[in-house]
């Protein structure tokens, strides 16, 4: 887990050093309600117009137009007097974005004392990470997802995943495991996971050439184990050199078994060619909270401020893809409420964070680095409150994901109820077969165990197309939604007792019991 940075600990440190000998004071509900009221749909067009704009260029992850974006947001904090939470005394948090692809000739390895070689015995996917990895070898045949003492028996070790005859649940051609089960193991400390296959000739070589020639984006640094794949005709006598039957086990349906096959051991050298370097911004700012003990917890608003870029141009000549709804709607929700909670004098009793994340269209990227790399501890985050698009459809509702997971869902409906001069109707997900809660950047918080709300208006008509633009949004609704999640994060800022999961979503989500 990253540090907290120096200059978030200092202004901690004098701040509390002032407050011990000055009596807590309260929030009057007139102070509250005059924060709130900060928060307007002509503000709120006018900063949406700015990032929706042509000359951002849809706001690609890496773009000029992204970093002008992730600027300007930073202009605003320190004009509003938000402090920066970013790395280094900045507003920012960068992550390295690199483009690479599999470099076979400079990759080995060697099994039970046989050298293998990458394109004929061996290959691996183009995002593979590098590394040299030495180690024994825990085989794993059959089908299902594994349990906890397997999870825990391949820590430190190499996974060989035998996938049963069907694929186990995912694979083709007996090439793999289910996902979730080859992730589970990727995540679960093992040195790497190699998955046996039964390719013919044709379709492995095939496969070699399409890896070798694949460019793809590693971001900051993979915690995944890295994945590779050996051709059964390679495995098969080195197998059975130690008692086990290949196709035996790929015959296997009946449950998951993890064995330890005593003297096999799986060196591994795994090298990428890299084709370019490039890097991607956070925006991370705070309100310190005034209570002397409960400023050192976070309540975390976030919104994704990248979009999808430009593309081939349409009839009318237009090629920028703008995202006003997605996400600009969110990231000028979580403008608003810095610059609300910014105006509260004193403010709330824990600190709020307010972190504009890249890269969410590329995959979460932005977010999950945030994740690994936190700029204050990961544990004493209370609660992220996740906003992506927030300006389109009904008027008068807003899917709240994620209420059923916490106890985050009971205070959102209290709120809701004390509010009814907002006209906003916070309602439970209507779309769970969808997945929306593991499509947005919350869910990075949630894996580390952070209760969340998503706030979200559901897709549309002009989801990732060229007509998202600014004058299709509805400005008043979006700015009441944005009072509504600043109601929400001063009632979660000011209870003593920090938000808590339902055990089973816990067991669920954050440790991957069940999935």
């Not at 184990?225 to 039957?245: C, E, K, M, Q, Y």
Request: aromatic content about 6%.
């Amino acid at each position: 887990m990253k540090r907290t940075p120096l200059h978030v600990l200092l202004l901690m440190s004098l701040t509390a050093c002032a407050d011990t000998a000055a009596p807590a004071r309260t929030l009057a509900p007139e102070a509250v309600d005059a924060a709130a009221g900060t928060i307007t749909a002509d503000d709120y067009f006018q900063r949406l117009s700015v990032i929706a704009h042509d000359s951002m260029m849809g706001r690609d992850t890496p773009s000029p137009g992204l970093d002008a974006t992730a600027d300007w947001i930073a202009a605003e904090f320190e004009r509003m007097g938000i402090a920066p939470a970013g790395e280094d005394g900045t507003y920012f948090q960068r992550y390295a974005i690199t483009s690479v692809r599999p470099d076979f000739g400079g990759s080995s390895a060697e099994l039970d004392g046989t050298e293998l070689s990458f394109g004929s015995d061996m290959s691996f996917p183009s995002g593979a990470v590098e590394g040299d990895l030495e180690g024994e070898v825990v085989v794993v045949s059959g089908s299902g997802t594994p349990d906890e003492q397997q999870l825990a028996e391949v820590e430190g070790k190499h996974v060989l995943i035998i996938a049963s005859a069907d694929g186990g649940g995912g694979g083709r051609r007996g090439r793999g495991t289910g996902f979730r089960t080859v992730r589970s193991f990727q995540s679960s400390g093992a040195l790497s996971v190699v998955q046996a296959s039964a390719s013919d000739e044709a379709a492995w070589e095939s496969d070699v050439r399409r890896q070798s020639a694949t460019v793809s984006v590693r971001f900051g640094t993979s915690t995944r184990a890295p994945r590779v794949n050996i051709r059964d005709a390679t495995l098969r006598p080195i197998l059975s050199a130690h008692g086990l039957d290949l196709d035996a086990m790929r015959a296997a349906t009946d449950g998951l078994t993890a064995r330890t096959v005593p003297g096999l051991r799986l060196s591994l050298t795994l090298r990428t060619e890299v084709i370019q370097e490039q890097t991607a911004p956070n925006v991370v700012g705070m309100v310190e909270g005034r209570d002397p003990e409960l400023r050192d917890e976070f309540v975390i608003f976030s919104a994704h401020m990248d979009h999808i870029g430009t593309g081939t141009p349409d009839a009318s000549g237009d090629s920028i893809f703008n995202g006003a709804d997605d996400d600009a709607s969110g990231t000028v929700t979580v403008v608003e409420l810095a610059e609300a909670f910014a105006s509260m004098d004193p403010p709330p009793r824990r600190s709020m964070i307010f972190l504009l994340v890249s890269g969410e269209e590329k995959g979460l990227w932005g977010s999950r680095y945030y994740a690994d790399n936190p700029t204050v501890p990961m544990d004493q985050i209370v609660a992220n409150l996740n906003a992506d698009m927030v300006g389109r459809n009904w008027p008068d509702s807003i899917v709240v994901i994620g209420k059923e997971h916490s106890d985050l869902g009971a205070t959102m409906d209290g709120v809701n109820v004390k509010h009814p001069e907002l006209g906003m109707v916070a309602m439970d997900d209507i779309w769970p077969e969808q997945n929306f809660y593991g499509r947005s950047d919350h869910y990075n918080f949630a894996r580390k165990g952070v209760p969340i709300l998503f706030f979200f208006n559901g897709t549309h008509d002009d989801y990732h197309g060229r007509d998202d633009e600014v004058d299709r949004i509805d400005t008043e609704k979006a700015s009441r939604i944005g009072k509504l999640m600043f109601y929400l994060g001063v009632e979660v800022a000011e209870r003593t007792a920090r938000p808590e999961w339902d055990s089973e979503r816990y067991r669920e989500i954050v440790e991957g019991v069940g999935r």
